[in-house]
């Protein structure tokens, strides 16, 4: 339980990264989103739960603060969380798979993220996807798997580092 | 696969993501007035993390510029602010001059005039501007009853005296009368008073002209001289309407050309060597 509190501020401190310092930092449109990257970490170190508390608060704390649709991002995480759990749940891979998996997870959450903005009439633009969403994709891939491993050193009983 | 779908997390999963999405697309139509609610509730939260955001950058910044770096930038700065001032201060000056070689036209064009030039350092908060307050008083020869005029026609008259310092009661007071003509038929009468429009200031009236008198809209309007107060022959304003119906009201409208609002120099007229007109 004391671990899990651990989460909160960890959820806190990626919020404030994702709406406020990353925004003004972030080079060519390539920015992680760390409140993904937590969940989906959370999901594969911990408990499924822990992922899906992280993406449905996070999620919509960030909308609240920097975007213009309430819960887009909150269901975009919540989609990420459930694609990490299904391939983590069996407990049965190598770690270095959770890389993989967070990038198939971080890459279902940017394509709802991306067909919600389609639907409601956005441009589709093939430049900034293969410029700034494929990289933020991969980097939030990198950093799940250190994120993850960082809260095992500290949780034990983790669904995937067993 | 059918194990993860007994998952209670799972369909607990599912539902909210559907109801998310939901909430996402009821928001992208902009019917979600506690959404606004919800942000206004946290605006003033979102604007102390944007500081805590600032500060933290400006550490970084701090941190990873050298030295020199920060000097030359804040050196550069201070260039700028102090180039931004002297272009303001230049473009007010420039402003200024136009408006004074006006001024200086006008009493060229009027060599029988003796004019002392003021600033005007007071206005009545009053919409219609009834009295303004100029920075020249008895040491510059500033009497009461004195007219102010401008090339744009008439202001009004100086009504208290101090040494650096005149009031000077405008045109715009509804107590007002001067004595004019109609500068195309040279009959004579009165203005005063103020002719409103919803609550707008107009112009103001002319009366007392003789019964044969032919005045029409466009006819310009200036002082008679008669009374002593105004110099004969200073520009008033233009008639814009005339009153067909006949006694008892006053003849035309006369609107005037100065904007009181915005007037920043005037002439008082300390002196006349003879009559112009």
Partial sequence: MKRRLLLIPAALIALFLDAFVLPSLSNNGIRPLFTLCLAMAATAATAVQDGMLIAIFGGLLTDLFCNPYLGLSAAAYLVAVVIVYGFTRKKEHARGLLILFALVGAAAAEAIIYVFSLAIGARFDAHRLLTAALPSIVLEALLTYPLAALYRSREKGSSFYQ | ?277
């Fill in chain 2, 1 to 277: 696969m059918r194990k993860l779908w007994k998952n209670r997390p799972m369909w607990i999963a599912l539902i909210a993501i559907i109801l998310l999405v939901v909430l996402a697309g009821f928001t992208a139509n902009g019917s979600g007035t506690k959404d606004g609610l919800f942000r206004t509730a946290l605006s003033p939260v979102a604007e102390f993390l944007h500081t805590v955001e600032s500060e933290v950058a400006d550490f970084f910044v701090r941190v990873f510029t050298p030295s020199e770096l920060r000097e030359e930038n804040a050196q550069l700065k201070e260039t700028v602010l102090l180039q931004e001032q002297k272009l303001a201060l230049l473009d007010e000056t420039e402003k200024e001059n136009a408006r004074l070689s006006e001024l200086l036209n006008f009493t060229e064009a009027n060599p029988n005039l003796r004019f002392v030039t003021a600033s005007v350092i007071g206005r009545d908060s009053n919409p219609y501007i009834d009295t303004i307050t100029l920075n020249a008083g008895s040491r510059s020869g500033v009497t009461e009853k004195m007219a102010v005029i401008t090339p744009d026609g008439v202001v009004g008259r100086v009504s208290e005296v101090g040494p650096n310092w005149c009031r000077v009661k405008t045109m715009c007071d509804d107590k007002m009368r001067i004595s004019v003509m109609v500068q195309r038929t040279r009959d004579e009468g009165m203005l005063g008073g103020l002719y409103e429009t919803d609550g707008e200031l107009v112009g103001t009236y002319l009366y007392y002209l003789p019964g044969k008198a032919d005045v029409r809209t466009g006819d310009t309007i200036r002082t008679s001289g008669i009374g002593g107060f105004f110099p004969k022959g200073l520009y008033v304003g233009t008639v814009i309407a005339v009153n067909e119906e006949g006694k008892g009201t006053h003849d035309a409208v006369v609107s005037m050309d100065i904007d009181f609002l915005h007037l920043e120099e005037a002439l008082i007229v300390v002196g006349v060597d003879e009559a112009i007109g």
